[in-house]
């Protein structure tokens, strides 16, 4: 399976408005029409676009002339037909059942696609987006002053007697925190660069003993000390085995793992 990487095509057409207009070139960009021909035709490589590019330029090159005389009727209806193709046109029947709230935001997006401009429509639909994106977070979610005299459930909300620990922060809105004051408040130890440290300050607040280790190659580690071990323990057999009277055989060591056991001179052999 291959993998796609997503800028690829923003750095290639970077290039070419950089390098094309020494040339003469008008700017380019992206367009969905090949894309969505590729995706109805099961394409999953770039082939298509590759030979829509040769198939241009030999135009270009070989019938450029003959182009000139098409007439620009013919050339408006073929676009008509390749948007009437882009649209799907499935999704209007699903207006009914989906909310207003994206409903409307489709309907604004495609008539200021095909009335004004898409980069208009693009704008607008980011914009009404954002809109109903605050007004569903208003409705939905309320802050109110709590009075733990009077509210049953006023000790679940404050942060007396409790602690609270950060991990991992992102840097902007740990940035927002420090400078509401809230970061001092929590207590800048309670800010932990990665899950594994905020259990380990959970646990020194809470008078709990270190947490084992946790290391993946720990046990690793100690399987290959324990084979160490019995290798030595080997090794330290085998020298007191081949140790002779006049002192002339060589001990093995265990830091030359590519000793092997020679025979007839007693010596070991690399």
Not at 156 to 162: I, P
Not at 175 to 187: P, Q, T, Y
Not at 203 to 231: F, N
Request: net charge neutral.
């Amino acid at each position: 399976m291959s993998v796609t990487i997503p800028n690829q095509e923003l750095v290639e057409q970077g290039v070419a408005n950089l390098v094309g207009p020494f040339f003469g070139c008008i700017p380019v960009t992206g367009g969905v029409a090949r894309s969505i021909v590729n995706v109805r035709s099961e394409g999953c490589t770039p082939v298509a676009d590759f030979i829509h590019a040769l198939l241009l330029l030999a135009l270009l090159l070989a019938a450029a002339p003959l182009v000139s005389h098409i007439p620009l009727a013919t050339l408006s209806a073929i676009l008509v037909v390749a948007a009437y193709r882009m649209v799907s046109w499935k999704q209007f029947f699903r207006l009914a059942k989906w909310p207003f709230s994206d409903s409307s935001v489709f309907l604004a997006t495609f008539t200021l696609i095909v009335l004004a401009d898409p980069t208009l429509a693009a704008e607008v639909s980011v914009a009404l987006a954002a809109l109903l994106i605050i007004k569903s977070g208003s409705e939905t979610s309320q802050i109110t002053a709590v009075d733990e005299r009077t509210e049953t459930e006023g000790s679940y909300h404050s942060l007396v007697g409790k602690h609270l620990i950060l991990s991992a922060p992102h840097t902007q809105p740990l940035l927002v925190v420090e400078k509401a004051g809230f970061l001092d408040r929590i207590g800048r130890e309670n800010v932990c660069p990665h899950i594994d440290a905020a259990l380990a300050r959970a646990r020194d607040i809470l008078g709990l003993p270190p947490a084992p280790e946790t290391d993946p190659l720990h046990q690793e580690r100690q399987r290959l000390e324990a084979v160490r071990r019995e290798l030595s323990g080997a090794l330290e057999r085998a020298n007191e085995v081949m140790q002779t009277p006049t002192g002339g055989s060589r001990a093995l060591s265990p830091q030359a793992p590519g000793a092997t056991l020679g025979r007839g001179n007693g010596k070991s052999q690399p």
